[in-house]
Structure formats: structure tokens, C-alpha cells
């Protein structure tokens, strides 16, 4: 009976330790998200990766002229979350709330709700002038469009994109899942999956934070390659 106990107590380490098996990771989708395969990494080769625009990232989020259906905590989190998902490429990042009237720091970075400065996209990353710029035309938009859609969704992976390129990430990816993709470059040619028959099984195949690729990107254009 001991013998018996020993070896399912050990069977069980051996599962609790070991590396993490492929059929754990879920859908193909999943799998691209958690792993970055080698020779993997691919963009549309439109901007060249660079530094982070500061280091630490302090992001200060302003609600001024948010769409009504997304309260303040909802936004901050969102960005707070994206923060600390990129973090993880060697840049520590945090982000709060701008208090009301108060001048943006040197070195932070406004988060603002701006039709101009969004240039009528969903989201703008602007790199000279540290800042992210989210669209309320463009969130009204799917709103009207789409009420049944759920549009923190939209929100995160909007502002983690935009926080990619703020990271350093100026080139798009190829690779479809990866947050700072581009499905097409408008010239016919698709993005990239691993099993293209998976890319209509979710509304969003793009992930709402970075993706195991996004963060290797990010090491190398900061320098912290692990
Ligand atoms: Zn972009």
C-alpha cells in the first residue's frame, strides 16, 4: 500500500514539475499566444523597432471625453493591465489616474480620448510626443454598429497595441495573433497562423495583450534578451 501511495506521489510531482504539455496550452490560438517558435517573429517591415520612448513607463490616464459606457476604472485597468503585460519585456511600467488639472511629468506618458489626436482610428501611439491616443468616434462606431459586441475587449487590445509601439514595437507583425499585428498590409497579403483554418474560430483572432512574440520583440528592442 506505502509502495502504491509513493509512486502516485511521485507520479503527481513529476506532472506538478514538468514543463508545461502542448494539449494544456487549449487552442492552436492559445499555443501561438503562450509560445514564440523559433523563426517565428515576422513583420510587414513597415518601421524599425527602437527603445522604449522612457524607462520606467509611467502611464497617466486622462477620462476627459471617454465614450459614457466605459467608466474610469474601467479604462485605467485596462491600461494598468497592458502595462503590466508589456513589463514583462524588461521595462517596469505602471499607470494612474491624472489628477484633475494637473500638468503631464516629463518623462510619462498621457493616455487621452481625442478624436484629432487618435486621427480617427480606434487608437494612435505618438512616439515624438509621448502619448496614446484613444477615438471616441471610432469606439461610437462599433457601438452603434455592433451593441451585442463586448467592447472592453476592443478597448484592451486597442490600448495594449498602442502601448506596443510606445515600447518600442514600430513595425507591425505578420504574425496574426500577435497584439501588434496588422491582419493585411492592404496589398493582398494575409498574416501568418500556424493552422489558418483557426482564423474565423474567434471574432478577434489578434490577442488583447502581448503575446509570447510581442514580449521576445520587445527584449530585443530594449536590449534585455533573455
Ligand atoms: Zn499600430
Redesign the pocket.
Known amino acids: 500500500m506505502s509502495y502504491r501511495w509513493l509512486a502516485l506521489t511521485s507520479l503527481g510531482l513529476i506532472l506538478s514539475l514538468g514543463a508545461v504539455p502542448l494539449w494544456a496550452l487549449g487552442s492552436v490560438r492559445d499555443q501561438e499566444i503562450a509560445q514564440c517558435l523559433p523563426g517565428e517573429i515576422s513583420s510587414w517591415g513597415d518601421g524599425q523597432d527602437r527603445p522604449a520612448v522612457a524607462s520606467p513607463m509611467v502611464f497617466v490616464y486622462d477620462h476627459t471625453a471617454a465614450p459614457p459606457w466605459f467608466s474610469e476604472q474601467v479604462v485605467l485597468s485596462a491600461v494598468k493591465a497592458a502595462a503590466v503585460a508589456w513589463s514583462q519585456c524588461g521595462v517596469s511600467a505602471n499607470a494612474m489616474a491624472r489628477p484633475l488639472g494637473a500638468a503631464i511629468a516629463k518623462g510619462t506618458v498621457l493616455v487621452q480620448w481625442s478624436d484629432k489626436s487618435s486621427g480617427g482610428n480606434f487608437g494612435l501611439?505618438n512616439l515624438t510626443q509621448p502619448s496614446l491616443s484613444l477615438g471616441p468616434a471610432a469606439f461610437q462606431m462599433l457601438q452603434t454598429r455592433n451593441p451585442a459586441h463586448n467592447a472592453r475587449e476592443t478597448l484592451q487590445m486597442v490600448i495594449s497595441?498602442?502601448m506596443g509601439?510606445l515600447f518600442g514595437l514600430v513595425a507591425?507583425s505578420r504574425r496574426c495573433v500577435d497584439v501588434?499585428s496588422y491582419y493585411s498590409n492592404g496589398k493582398g497579403e494575409q498574416c501568418l497562423l500556424r493552422d489558418a483554418s483557426q482564423f474565423r474560430s474567434v471574432p478577434e483572432y489578434r490577442s488583447a495583450f502581448p503575446t509570447a512574440c510581442d514580449l521576445q520583440r520587445c527584449r530585443l528592442a530594449n536590449g534585455n534578451p533573455q
Open positions: 501611439a497595441h498602442e509601439h507591425h501588434t
